[in-house]
């Protein structure tokens, strides 16, 4: 079992900045991965950004260059700095992690937190 814990979503102006963070607690040397994903009102839920335990990254095309996914791992903790944001940021936002492998192979998810940007 995996714990994820959110923080540092709220109201920013458009071309402000806000900084996510997700403590994860429990099993978590079974994470393989780790990410971001964010679903706006009357949308599906869409991948932001994702890191791996190699430390390799992704990003939506929507988010590259202005978002960053990076971890702290003495903290066992990933983190999603957002710049520049726009309206169309505006959704709930998730954190994600992939854990296990194989048949035993699943994701956790955090309770979301609410990312409102104004214009």
């Known amino acids: 079992q995996v714990q994820l814990v959110e923080s540092g979503g709220g109201l920013v102006q458009a071309g402000g900045s806000l900084r996510l963070s997700c403590a994860a607690s429990g099993s978590i040397s079974s994470i393989s991965g780790m990410g971001w994903y964010r679903q706006a009102p009357g949308k599906q839920r869409e991948l932001v950004a994702k890191?791996?335990?190699?430390?390799?990254?992704n990003y939506a095309d929507s988010v590259k260059g202005r978002f960053t996914i990076y971890r702290d791992n003495a903290k066992s903790t990933w983190y999603l700095q957002m710049s520049s944001l726009k309206d169309e940021d505006t959704a709930v936002y998730y954190c994600n992690a992939d854990w296990g492998l194989g048949s035993q192979r699943r994701a956790y998810w955090g309770q979301g937190t609410q990312v409102t940007v104004s214009s």
């Open positions: 890191i791996t335990r190699g430390g390799g990254t």
